[in-house]
């Protein structure tokens, strides 16, 4: 069965305090693993898709990488406009088209 | 392009009364998905679809069903709801791009049975 796990639950910054948000994944042949974006009341926002480890993505503050077991959200210098619910969910070859999500990180950034 | 889109934003229910939620995407994606999320959870599968006609079950089924008449719509159905419905209900759908699977989600539908 795939398993997604994302550490921490919640992550409290101040502005321009840069951390990263973790995303372990235990699945059966990776075909893709995608980070999201969700703001209170809203649907999640897709922000990166990785396909094997090694791999790097960056948007704006936002960089994603990813290992064979882990991938992680870096968030550089992070404004309170940043402050949202990251997702991570992963697709395994065994899946089809299916997605396993992990339960999120909660990050409020505080000016 | 809309993208996805949900009807209706908020709905109460009162135990036993039935309701469709509907979806509709503009974006000729193949493939639509139903999710419910809860509280503090990740998102979790209800139905799927892989084109017009062709429909499965994900993680959670159990008191859904769903239609897939058109590429554009996937509307789900709540037959008898049950206060263990309440949640957020999300549409998405996606395509396939060598074979990965990036899904654009619609703003979701927040249900309340009492």
């Known amino acids: 069965e795939d398993q997604v796990t994302q550490s921490p639950e919640a992550l409290r910054l101040q ?97 | 392009n809309a993208g996805v889109t949900q009807t209706p934003k908020f709905r109460i229910l009162k135990i036993g009364q039935s309701m469709t939620l509907q979806c509709t995407q503009d974006m000729n994606h193949n493939y639509m998905y139903w999710y419910r999320q809860d509280p503090g959870m990740g998102l979790k599968l209800i139905y799927y679809s892989v084109g017009a006609g062709i429909t499965d079950k994900g993680e959670v089924p159990n008191g859904y069903n769903v239609s897939r008449s058109t590429t554009e719509d996937f509307p789900l159905r709540l037959e008898l709801a049950a206060p263990s419905q309440t949640s957020v209900y999300f549409c998405a759908s996606s395509y396939i791009i060598a074979g990965v699977n990036e899904q654009f989600f619609g703003p979701g539908t927040r249900l309340t049975v009492l």
């Open chain 1, 15 to 111: 502005e321009g305090e840069s951390s990263s948000l973790n995303c372990s994944y235990t699945v059966s042949g990776l075909r893709g693993l995608f980070w999201y974006r969700q703001d209170p009341g809203k649907g999640p926002e897709f922000l990166f898709t990785l396909y094997s480890a090694g791999e790097e993505k960056e948007k704006e503050r936002l960089k994603a990488t990813l290992t064979k077991k882990e991938s992680f959200l870096h968030i550089t210098a992070p404004k309170p406009e940043d402050s949202a619910t990251y997702l991570c969910a992963v697709q395994a070859g065994a899946s089809g088209s299916r997605l396993t999500f992990g339960e999120g990180t909660q990050l409020t950034v505080n000016p």
